[in-house]
């Protein structure tokens, strides 16, 4: 599975932004989704997935109430909505694929198997 994440920017903080994550090379439809992310000197962090099977949603208590999840299976992409952006939410932000067939720890890294390169969101105060 090939990920391109992309939608990233420098936004001033309360702005909203987008993020897009293109999947290729195998069934979509099929997959976990998840967005995580890795602010300078921290370590990569858990933000969101969606579960393929049911497509239930998770957050991370940081960002829950501001940013939302979701996926289109006829486009093979996941998007995740930003808004109110805080200074703390300037990360590198990578999508995540995984095909477990029971997610129930989404925050696990391991649990994907598949990321994308990257996009950088920043948020000025």
């Known amino acids: 599975v090939q990920l391109q994440a992309y939608g990233g920017g420098l936004v001033q903080a309360g702005a909203s932004l987008r993020l897009t994550c293109a999947a290729s090379?195998?069934?979509?439809?099929?997959?976990?989704m998840a967005w995580f992310r890795q602010a300078p000197g921290k370590d990569r962090e858990f933000v969101a997935a969606?579960?393929?099977?049911?497509?239930?949603?998770y957050y991370a208590d940081s960002v829950k109430g501001r940013f939302g999840i979701s996926r289109d299976n006829a486009k093979n992409t996941v998007l995740l909505q930003m808004n109110d952006l805080e200074p703390e939410d300037t990360s590198v932000y990578y999508c995540?694929?995984?095909?477990?067939?029971?997610?129930?720890?989404?925050?696990?890294?391991?649990?994907?198997?598949?990321w994308g390169q990257g996009t950088q969101v920043t948020v000025s105060s």
């Open positions: 995540a694929a995984g095909s477990k067939a029971l997610l129930l720890q989404p925050q696990v890294q391991r649990n994907f198997d598949f």
């Open positions: 969606i579960r393929w099977t049911d497509g239930r949603k």
């Open positions: 090379g195998r069934t979509f439809s099929n997959l976990n």
